[in-house]
């Protein structure tokens, strides 16, 4: 298949899976590192309280939140 017509596929919405080696495939930027900050015990605790309430973990809330701000 040229690169043309899978752009034209791709852009029109149709299957491209049978053309395409998923096996290498990453997303750039998205490696993770691991940091440590030392926060007020009552921010860990509105943190963790405004998580419950959205159903999500307290580090996907506070990614969440730094992926908002940086953009």
Do not use: C, Y
């Not at 049978?18 to 495939?25: F, I, P, V």
């Not at 930027?29 to 309430?53: F, H, K, S």
């Amino acid at each position: 298949m040229k690169a043309s017509d899978f752009d034209r596929a791709f852009d029109e919405g149709e299957d491209i899976d049978a053309h395409t080696d998923w096996s290498n495939a990453h997303r750039p930027n998205l490696d993770r590192q691991r940091i440590e900050i030392d926060v007020p015990r009552w921010m860990i605790e509105g943190l963790d309280r405004q998580a419950q309430t959205l159903g999500v973990k307290s580090q996907d809330l506070i990614r969440l939140w730094i992926a908002e701000k940086l953009s």
